[in-house]
């Protein structure tokens, strides 16, 4: 998500990136601080998100296709 973060906004290339999470993932494993991988290096939102979108499956057909989906893997 951070990588991410800076790839959005233009902090970070994606090949800045990939380098910066190579790094932190090697840091992370060996048991070294690896910021990225730990928490957060941007301000999450303090208030409510809403996701503004509507629905466009009604939860019925979802219900049916989870119900498919368990018969046909006999669950």
Request: glycine share 2%.
């Given at each position: 998500?951070?990588?991410?973060?800076?790839?959005?906004?233009?902090?970070?290339?994606?090949?800045?990136?990939?380098?910066?999470?190579?790094?932190?993932?090697t840091?992370?494993?060996?048991?070294?601080?690896?910021?990225?991988?730990?928490?957060?290096?941007?301000?999450?939102?303090?208030?409510?998100q809403?996701?503004?979108?509507?629905?466009?499956?009604?939860?019925?057909?979802?219900?049916?296709?989870?119900?498919?989906?368990k018969?046909?893997?006999?669950?």
């Amino acid at each position: 998500m951070n990588m991410m973060h800076e790839i959005v906004t233009g902090k970070r290339t994606a090949e800045e990136a990939r380098e910066k999470i190579a790094e932190q993932i090697t840091e992370f494993l060996m048991n070294r601080p690896a910021p990225y991988a730990e928490k957060f290096q941007f301000e999450l939102p303090q208030k409510e998100q809403v996701d503004p979108d509507v629905t466009i499956v009604k939860d019925a057909e979802l219900m049916q296709a989870v119900e498919n989906a368990k018969k046909e893997l006999n669950l």
